[in-house]
């Protein structure tokens, strides 16, 4: 009932800024907290940030000071503005939902989109 897809990966440069999206689109009333993962090859699948539905945000500590995680009710869109990137931050980046149905908690997640700090 509820699809996420991402956009705004690429390739930058150390220092440098990009913007990931998140576009939600179906039962999205159900949703309850939105948040952004990565994963580099090889590595465990780990929680870069989230926003729950009253607004409150939590953040990896790697990344504090650095992202912020945002959302658009209008749009049903979350951001994720990342600035002073870093080679370690290299990684697919995943948009994930938390939903509350009938049944109990349920997990949705995009496809993911590359991003690559490289010089």
């Known amino acids: 009932q509820v699809q996420l897809v991402e956009s705004g990966g690429g390739l930058v440069q150390p220092g440098g800024s990009l913007r990931l999206s998140c576009a939600a689109s179906g039962s999205i009333s159900s949703i309850y907290v939105m948040a952004w993962y990565r994963q580099a090859p090889g590595k465990w699948r780990e929680l870069v940030a989230s926003?729950?539905?009253?607004?409150?945000?939590d953040y990896a500590d790697f990344v504090k000071g650095r992202f912020t995680i945002s959302r658009d009710d209008a749009e049903n869109t979350v951001y994720l503005q990342m600035d002073r990137l870093e080679p370690e931050d290299t990684a697919t980046y995943y948009c994930?939902?938390?939903?509350?149905?009938?049944?109990?908690?349920?997990?949705?997640w995009g496809k993911g989109t590359l991003v690559t700090i490289s010089s």
């Open positions: 926003i729950a539905n009253s607004g409150t945000t």
């Open positions: 994930h939902a938390a939903r509350r149905t009938i049944i109990g908690h349920m997990d949705v």
